[in-house]
């Protein structure tokens, strides 16, 4: 079933052509990997999803409906960053359960409490009272994972969630994406992670230029790329 | 010098510093919230809209004309429009133009300074752009915001002492009174400089105070959301 359909997008920032007409569709509890080189259009393209780019044409329906209102289409996708950020005043807990509180109505006692079960399940228990800080940076990005999913979404978009991370640190994070994803949720990942992409993803899709130039499951992906330019970009990832 | 003509001096000027202490606490009461409010404002609006051309002239013309200027236009020229009003309202509406231009400034350049995507993290949770604004950013821009505004509210009550040319009877005008009538300038010059001194350091003591229970509340901790 259907969960996101997005068609024909544009999207031009000045002369740069970020986003050159693309199609994408994701069904429920499907979880896809977006790859390409810099500059492709992956982080673009995630962005429009919720709006945070706004696509100069093309349309998104999430769940059949189109986005009237922004806000309660954002309620409905969460959101991960490179970057994690958490909101630097706020413990860990107050970070995951801000949203639920002051958006859902929730209150502070059944926020905190949402917020403690989230932060548990990320494997950080114990932490909810740091600030962002004074966590390790897989540990802010968990945290990011839990303020998101706090929301109860009903699609998860994760934009280079480990290439701000040390090495040691990326492990701990894939390994809750992979989680959560066995766990039913539907999710886009950009990312340059081919190991998860080829543990944990439904399908993978390759842009360039703005464009999706290619799109399989992962052996296939792999094993048979469907494309002289994915040929290439696998060799570069893979090869070093 | 003379410490009894010194003390004598200290004594007659305490009335006026209790004017000076009026006109610069009232600006400020005024000016800070104002300026700050629309520095904030001015952050969200593109600079081609009417109020961000306001605001943006406010600054320009406070910026680029000397503040003994700004209190004669008060004193001659509003009263010709028809603006009739009492010198302390004059003098505290001249601090108050004056200052709060220098504090949209600050407001605007703190709000511009959280990082962006802590707007975008606010966005994408579904806070709308005046809720991410209130809940999120200005905590965070109010604490980079203090030192600024303590240096403006330091000017602020220097630049009280020019009210003195509207015939003000403030601490500056009144020492000058006094030197003038008995041709004695050091030891008055000394005693006003000791009174404005005081007066600013007990504001920027209060300042301090506030500024750490901003810091201890949260906002410490910037560096958390780019560490790697």
């Known amino acids: 079933m259907t969960l996101l359909a997005a068609n024909n997008l544009f999207k031009r920032f000045g002369s740069f052509t970020a986003l050159d007409g693309v199609d994408l569709d994701l069904d429920r509890g499907e979880r896809l990997v977006i790859c390409g080189p810099s500059g492709s259009g992956k982080s673009t393209l995630i962005r429009c999803i919720n709006r945070l780019e706004e696509p100069d044409s093309g349309t998104i329906t999430i769940e059949g409906l189109p986005a009237t209102d922004l806000q309660s289409l954002r309620r409905r996708v969460g959101m991960v960053f490179q970057q994690f950020n958490l909101f630097p005043n706020l413990t860990a807990r107050e970070n995951v359960a801000i949203g639920p509180r002051k958006l859902l109505g929730l209150s502070r006692a059944e926020a905190d409490a949402r917020a403690e079960a989230l932060l548990d399940r990320v494997q950080l228990a114990g932490h909810a009272d740091k600030l962002p800080s004074r966590l390790s940076g897989g540990q802010q990005q968990r945290v990011a994972i839990a303020r998101a999913l706090a929301m109860e979404p009903v699609l998860m978009l994760f934009d280079e969630p480990t290439s701000a991370l040390d090495p040691e640190m990326i492990r701990e994070v894939l390994d809750v994406m992979v989680e959560l994803g066995e766990g039913g949720m539907s999710m886009i990942v950009v990312t340059h992670e081919m190991g998860f992409a080829r543990r944990a993803a439904d399908r993978i899709c390759f842009m360039d230029q703005g464009r999706i130039v290619a799109m399989a499951p992962p052996q296939q992906f792999f094993e048979a790329p469907p494309h002289p330019r994915l040929v290439r970009f696998l060799e570069n990832i893979l090869g070093h | ?228």
């Open chain 2, 1 to 228: 010098m003379d410490p009894f003509y010194m003390a004598q001096v200290l004594v007659r000027l305490l009335p006026p510093l209790g004017l000076t202490m009026l006109l610069s606490l009232t600006a400020l009461v005024i000016a800070t919230p104002l300026g700050l409010v629309l520095g904030a404002w001015r952050a969200e609006l593109s600079d081609q809209q009417p109020a961000a051309r306001l605001i943006d002239t406010w600054v320009l013309i406070v910026r680029g004309t000397p503040i003994l200027i700004q209190i004669f236009v008060f004193y001659f020229i509003l009263p010709k429009l028809g603006l009739q009003t009492p010198l302390f309202v004059m003098g505290v509406g001249a601090l108050v133009l004056n200052s709060a231009g220098y504090q949209i400034e600050i407001g605007r350049a703190a709000v511009q300074s959280v990082a962006k995507g802590q707007w975008e993290a606010a966005l994408a949770l579904g806070f709308d752009r005046r809720a991410s604004l209130l809940q999120f950013i200005l905590p965070q821009a109010a604490r980079r915001m203090v030192g600024p505004v303590m240096n403006e509210l330091s000017q602020l009550i220097k630049a009280s002492s020019v009210l003195s040319v509207i015939t003000l009877f403030e601490l500056h005008k009144a020492a000058e009174a006094i030197s003038s009538a008995n041709l004695r300038f050091s030891e008055v010059i000394v005693v006003e400089g000791i009174l404005y001194f005081v007066f600013i350091f007990g504001i920027s003591l209060i300042a301090r105070v506030f500024e750490r229970r901003l810091s201890s509340a949260g906002g410490l901790a910037d560096a958390g959301s780019f560490a790697r």
